[in-house]
């Protein structure tokens, strides 16, 4: 079946500009995730949904940083007034969601490369 | 806290040559392990993963075991080829009693396998 799909794959911006990121989960999943890949700090969680609601955003670098996620499936990630440090690739990743089951395996979509100009 | 120290690369190995990958960790409540491998121009997979102690992962050739004691789960295969180079990156995801639904991941490590 489909796996996890994001889009754009690339996004180049002015610094200053908004930006929005899409996930579509794999179908069925209703956990979903959101990391960051960058050169400077590696591989970091953003923000975790479990349906709609996102019980740990605790990853978010910023308040310019915020995702919601409808209808328990597509998320959006939005970075309002891109800096240049927010360059990066933008990955996200469902699970099943298994009520009582964490720890499940993740399963990554191919990234958003974020450049800002 | 939680976190995930691996070793840095580049590793470069000869066709057929064993492979270790060490990776240690730090970790709140009961932790799942995982190694996710990054090929060239593609995205994060998962490789293997282990979710409680002693249980080993295998995938492809490769193993890991998860290492309580030593709180270790390090990556190895017998015989490497060109098609395994790649970046590994070894991963924990602390579960819901260590508070936390996410993966908390190494800094990755770069394998370059040469014929």
């Not at chain 1, 610094?15 to 794999?26: M, N, T």
């Not at chain 1, 940083?65 to 800096?83: N, Y």
């Not at chain 2, 890991?64 to 995801?93: I, M, P």
Request: hydrophobic content about 30%; glycine content about 12%; overall charge neutral.
């Amino acid at each position: 079946g489909a796996g996890v799909s994001q889009s754009p794959s690339n996004k180049v911006t002015e610094k200053g500009k908004d930006v929005e990121l899409r996930c579509d989960p794999i179908s069925g999943h209703t956990a979903l995730y959101w990391y960051r890949q960058s050169l400077g700090q590696g591989l970091e969680f953003l923000i975790y949904f479990q349906g709609n609601s996102a019980p740990d955003k605790s990853g978010l670098p910023s308040d310019r940083f915020s995702a919601e996620r409808t209808g328990g499936s597509v998320s959006t990630l939005t970075i309002q007034r891109t800096q240049q440090e927010d360059s990066a690739v933008y990955l996200c990743a469902s699970s099943p969601g298994t009520p009582g089951l964490t720890q499940e395996t993740q399963y990554f979509g191919p990234g958003t490369r974020l450049l800002v100009l | 806290g939680n976190s995930v120290t691996q070793m840095e690369g580049p590793v470069t190995l000869s066709e057929e040559a064993f492979l270790t990958i060490n990776c240690t960790y730090t970790a709140t409540g009961y932790p799942s392990l995982f190694w996710y491998v990054q090929y060239p121009g593609e995205g994060l997979q998962l490789l293997l993963k282990a979710t409680k102690a002693d249980d080993k992962g295998s995938n492809k050739g490769f193993e890991a075991t998860y290492r309580k004691e030593t709180t270790s789960f390090h990556l190895e295969k017998g015989s490497v080829q060109v098609s395994d180079s790649a970046v590994y990156f070894c991963a924990l995801n602390p579960g819901m009693r260590g508070g936390y639904n996410k993966l908390i991941f190494g800094a990755g490590t770069r394998l370059a396998v040469h014929p």
